[in-house]
């Protein structure tokens, strides 16, 4: 399936789980994206933040910060900071915040076209009640899935691609962000079972992987 961006207010990027790569693809995305038109970020909750000189600091937002071509504050980027490594529900009720979908879905608003990233997996709790793929529904956007490429990816991809259809989202590219070189031929194996495209990323070959999202997402 080919997009039309002008027909799009957005992407949302989100996962098979944890540590799979879903900051660093969605920086290149928004790259991508930018040498076209204006690209804000969002990343509406983050967890496990840094605290220096009493003030937290976020990883994941001040990166895709750095990719955008729109110069907004880290607080607008990422409206919901906390310190412990867990779950933004249980980060956030730890400092007594309740966060419901409503909070979520205001953090995510932008004037420009918005590549959106959300934590951790697709069922992944985000706010009271709220997982992720509760959020990526409401907002309607179509959806980027990042899934690390090794041993057993082919199960996690299907997963979240049937998780995702339960959820009437619009898969629109599943990404294998090769950390690791391997021959597991996992693209191949995935695509056996499902229309998603599937790209590859792989440090060694960047332009390849920017050449075949420019081809799905232009």
């Known amino acids: 399936m080919l997009l039309k961006l002008s027909t799009m207010k957005g992407l949302f990027i989100s996962g098979s789980g944890t540590n799979v790569g879903k900051t660093f693809v969605a920086s290149q ?6 040498e076209t038109r204006l690209v804000s970020v969002r990343k509406p909750v983050e967890s496990d933040c840094e605290r220096s000189n009493a003030q937290l600091v976020t990883k994941d937002a001040v990166l895709l910060s750095k990719a955008s071509n729109v110069k907004e504050s880290i607080d607008t980027v990422c409206r919901y900071q906390f310190e412990a490594c867990a779950s933004a529900e249980i980060a956030s009720k730890e400092i007594g915040v309740e966060l419901g979908l409503s909070h979520l879905l205001q953090a995510c608003d932008a004037d420009e076209f918005v590549v959106i990233e959300g934590a951790g997996g697709l069922l992944s709790p985000m706010a009271t009640q709220v997982l992720n793929a509760d959020l990526m529904a409401a907002l309607k956007l179509p959806v980027v899935l990042v899934v690390k490429d090794e041993l057993g990816a082919v199960n996690q ?8 259809k339960n959820y009437q989202l619009d898969v629109c590219m599943l990404v294998l962000n090769q950390i690791s070189p391997n021959t597991l031929n996992n693209a ?31």
């Open 29 to 34: 995305l928004v790259k991508i994206l930018s």
């Open 157 to 164: 991809a299907l997963l979240s691609i049937n998780s995702a």
């Open 188 to 218: 191949q194996a995935i695509s056996q079972y499902t229309n998603v495209k599937v790209v590859v990323f792989n440090t060694d070959k960047p332009e390849d992987f920017n050449h075949q999202v420019r081809e799905i997402l232009v």
